[in-house]
């Protein structure tokens, strides 16, 4: 224990004025289970910091050979350790100056035990959420209906949002907005897709009774679908499609009615025609496509945004599947996959298939110039790799 005449001989050694410190002195000494490693620090945004003041929790996500992500109730954050020249140390109970400043009279010396030490921090930095792994793994097993052998006999997993939440790299809030835009139903208390043949026999039936009751698509009524439909397939199912292809709204007189989003029907039709075939003659297909829509909608090029290009070098122009959550999720294995399918890209061509990978306040434009060279090719600016592509 250190006495204050010993204090003043060190501080007398060290050429330090003690009238310009405070009169309080922390003498450290280490305790007997101090060692490194024993803790680690965590860096917080001061949002971050509020939720854990709050009684909120935050969640450490990822498997064995998975980088580790932190997430919040709404949020994803990726952690790298960032090391620093000097060394950390943990004192409980330690007093900072500010305190110490409320209370000029305490305590002439404190003797603290240093409880541990690092030499470095966990730094988070705000990412995408990991949400490919969502859809593969309710892919394994898709939902052919109630009829279905498959279903009956498969070995697949089912997830519960509670596995969901523990085998995704992704915030609560995420995952459950991104059941939504994958239409994942639940049924018997798991997560499902259906399969996209028994989505369209779904969608097939809705759309021909749409088009035999003469109903404007922006006023479908639940009940009647489900009074009409309810022997065809489970009512459950029949509502899940309504919802996966329309906005559901009550009337003044509290009937459910849904206005269907007719580009999400084309788009999905458009899927069904391209699926089968490697290439499809543009021509042609626009003819078919129209053909197999709903009456009074209009089948446009533009509603293929991420699932389908055209091929305007070939003659005559065909078209083909390429679906944007069929791409890698990683940047660089996106771009790769991309500049190996098409060597070079219109900006207008590409947006749909890296949209997804802008960042917070990113733009399409800054990941094209970290990714790829730009040249202009018959007046028309195009993107190419910036390195080889084997």
């Known amino acids: 224990m250190r006495s204050r005449a010993e204090v003043d001989a060190t501080l007398q050694t060290a050429k330090l004025n003690p009238a310009e410190l405070l009169p309080t002195v922390h003498c450290?000494?280490?305790?007997?289970?101090?060692?490194?490693?024993?803790?680690?620090?965590?860096?917080?945004?001061?949002?971050?910091?509020?939720?854990?003041?709050?009684?909120?929790?935050l969640v450490i996500r990822g498997e064995k050979d998975e980088q580790a992500v932190l997430c919040s109730k709404d949020k994803t954050y990726d952690m790298k350790i960032a090391d620093t020249s000097n060394m950390l140390l943990f004192i409980p109970g330690c007093k900072t100056p500010e305190q110490l400043n409320d209370?000029?009279?305490?305590?002439?010396?404190?003797?603290?035990?240093?409880?541990?030490?690092?030499?470095?921090?966990?730094?988070?930095?705000?990412?995408?959420?990991?949400?490919?792994?969502?859809?593969?793994?309710?892919?394994?097993?898709?939902?052919?209906?109630?009829?279905?052998?498959?279903?009956?006999?498969?070995?697949?997993?089912?997830?519960?949002?509670?596995?969901?939440?523990?085998?995704?790299?992704?915030?609560?809030?995420?995952?459950?907005?991104?059941?939504?835009?994958?239409?994942?139903?639940?049924?018997?208390?798991?997560?499902?897709?259906?399969?996209?043949?028994?989505?369209?026999?779904?969608?097939?039936?809705?759309?021909?009774?749409i088009e035999s009751e003469s109903w404007p698509l922006s006023k479908v009524p639940l009940r009647t679908c489900l009074e009409e439909l309810g022997s065809l397939e489970p009512t459950d199912m029949i509502e899940h499609i309504l919802l996966s292809y329309g906005r559901k709204y009550v009337d003044d007189a509290g009937e459910v009615y849904f206005e269907m989003h007719e580009d999400k029907i084309c788009r999905s039709i458009a899927q069904m025609l391209l699926q089968n075939a490697v290439k499809f003659n543009l021509s042609e297909f626009q003819e078919v496509w129209q053909q197999s829509v709903p009456e009074g909608v209009t089948a446009r090029l533009d509603q293929l945004k991420g699932l389908a290009l055209v091929d305007k070098s070939s003659r005559p122009e065909t078209i083909f599947l390429l679906k944007v959550e069929d791409l890698p999720e990683d940047n660089q294995d996106r771009f790769n996959s991309l500049f190996s399918i098409r060597e070079k890209w219109t900006e207008e061509d590409i947006t749909p298939y890296i949209q997804d990978l802008c960042a917070e306040k990113q733009t399409v434009g800054a990941l094209l110039t970290k990714y790829a060279r730009s040249s202009m090719q018959n007046g028309v600016r195009v993107y190419n790799s910036r390195r080889p592509i084997s």
């Open 28 to 57: 450290l000494s280490f305790g007997p289970q101090a060692g490194a490693g024993e803790c680690c620090l965590l860096q917080l945004e001061p949002g971050l910091c509020a939720e854990l003041e709050a009684g909120h929790s």
């Open 103 to 209: 209370n000029q009279a305490s305590c002439n010396i404190i003797h603290s035990q240093i409880a541990g030490f690092a030499n470095n921090y966990w730094e988070l930095r705000r990412c995408r959420p990991k949400l490919k792994k969502l859809r593969k793994l309710l892919m394994e097993d898709p939902y052919e209906g109630p009829d279905s052998q498959k279903d009956q006999t498969s070995t697949f997993s089912k997830y519960t949002t509670e596995d969901l939440l523990s085998l995704i790299q992704a915030s609560e809030e995420e995952i459950l907005h991104q059941l939504q835009v994958i239409d994942a139903c639940k049924i018997e208390g798991y997560w499902r897709i259906l399969e996209f043949d028994y989505e369209m026999k779904l969608l097939n039936h809705v759309t021909q009774l």
